[in-house]
């Protein structure tokens, strides 16, 4: 393939790190000086800090600058300008979209977008899908709510950007939206894991359809949640769909700033457009090196009416010690973002990522895609307690399936487990975004 057929934008994509890097310290200082001049919250922050724009003169001066994090968000939203309070950097009248984070975490945080900032959107968006394989010939369904979380919203003009056509499946329910993709014979699709595995689900067992003989779909943008780079569901969703299933990560208040290529061997950084910085959970010293997880410290360059600077994401990640055999220059993360900090808890003095046990449970074909992990305390002693259901035709092969989860969760995680078997269909199923995880101890 020629290198721009390759490339959403072949110079950006490709610049030699030391001018990529040139490029983010200019667009550091640039928001930086922004949000100090504009917005009340930021200037506060930093004068507290005793920091002046002018004090950032190299990529290792950002470490000075103060970290912002969603509680702080939350607090300054709700006052004048209202709802957006102090954060906000242009004058009200340039806002031109709302949207909100979905609020899984608590009070959702209010995001201005100016027609510019939206647009700024829609181009990073476009880097992913461009890099997926999506072209002015593919006919794009997007399954979801368009309601006043940002979602897939980006991603819809993202697609009309590269010249897709785009079919917005919006208010249908699962089986009018499945029905629909097979009428138009749509060849992309955008969801979470989630909705990607329990619309497959529903093809199957309610219209008697097999997604990868009977519908057209070749390759899956998954974001919103890990699911596409945990292997192990990732091979699931492939399967069902008989489709290529790509990664792609954002926030509302960060925007979109990682996505997969074709190589699929990790989360490229979307460098020309962000700052990902990764610093150990504990002590919060950078960490620049391959190999070593720790927290996600992101800023968003060019989005203005609500900056996002030295944002504490709480994604957990690592840097991959490989080049991409795309030869883009953006740098990558090893196996995508494996886990949420608030997730990440110690049981029984062990740091266990509920990434591991999907890991495990979505590898044993006799087990179905849903599964429930509760945290508990009896006494001193933590208790985990993992359901599952066996798919059909499994139920009485409860003591083997039983013996290899218990083997394998012990390999990957270093825990023993409370199992539960319960009958398919049973555990309950998300249509968005799923809450599978649960820590009830109560925390001191
Ligand atoms: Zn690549």
Redesign the pocket.
Known sequence: MKKVERYWNPVLETLPREKLQQLQLKKFKNILKWAYENSPFYQRLYKEAGLEPGDIKTLDDIGKVPKTEKSMLREAQGREPYPYGSILSVPLEQVTEYRQTSGTTGQPVYHPETWQDWEWSAESWAYALYAHGYRDYDRVFLPFGYSINIAFWAGHYAAEKIGCEVVPGGVLNTEARLLKMQELRTTALMATPTYILGMADTARKKLGIDPARDLYIRKITAAGEPGACIPATKKRMEEMWGAKVYDQVGATEIGHWGFE?Q?Q?GL?VLEAFHLVEIEDIESGQAITEPGRRGKLVITTFDRFAHPCIRFDSKDISEWSPDQ???E?TFR?LKGGVVGRADDITKVKGVLLAPSSIEEVVRGIPELGDEYEVIVTKKGDIDVITLKVEPVPGQENNAEAIKSKLTDQLRVKTGLGYNLEFYQYGSLPRYDIKAKRFKDLRTKE
């Open positions: 290529c190589a061997a490229h991409c055999q795309c883009r990558l």
